[in-house]
């Protein structure tokens, strides 16, 4: 028979753990290192992009500069134009004020023209009344003349206060 030599068995198991272990440490090993290699390859991608940005800063603030520029050109257009637009404003209130001014004054001038109108009316209704009312015809004539002639003298009245 068999004799179980323990010894043995020992030494083979023992052989067998370690080569397990061996394998098993070695597949770590491969693992660590596809690890790191891919860790190395994404900071060598990122160090590329880094350095492309670092070399795209100098474009970008020349390109920021220029763009503050026209912005601030543009302001300053914008401020003179809402300074004209401020002069333009205070002018039409002038204006304003002043059509405004010069509309009262007409209104108070046709008010004006108007009562004249009306007294010289009167006037006359009272004269060629009062004229009319005799009763010689050779007075009649010179009436008439007279009234004309006071007509005349209205009209005339009233083109100097239009001008």
């Known amino acids: 028979m068999v004799t179980i030599n323990l010894d043995m068995i020992l030494k083979v198991l023992l052989g067998i753990s370690l080569a397990i272990f061996l394998i098993l440490l070695f597949i770590i090993l491969i693992k660590i290192i596809s690890i790191v290699s891919k860790i190395n390859s994404l900071l060598e991608k990122n160090k590329e992009q880094l350095e492309n940005s670092i070399s795209q800063i100098p474009n970008l603030v020349k390109n920021s500069e220029k ?11 914008v401020n003179i134009l809402v300074e004209d637009v401020t002069d333009i404003l205070k002018a039409s209130k002038r204006n304003i004020v002043n059509s405004s001014s010069s509309v009262s004054t007409t ?3 046709i008010k004006n023209v108007s009562s004249n109108v009306a007294e010289s009316s009167r006037y006359i209704a009272n004269n060629f009344a009062g004229k ?3 009763s010689s015809n050779s007075g009649g004539i010179m009436a008439t003349i007279d009234t004309i002639l006071d007509c005349w003298d209205i009209f005339k009245t009233l083109l100097k206060k239009k001008k």
């Open 67 to 77: 763009i503050l520029e026209n912005t601030n050109d543009n302001l300053e257009k």
């Open 107 to 109: 209104l108070e001038n």
């Open 132 to 134: 009319t009312s005799g």
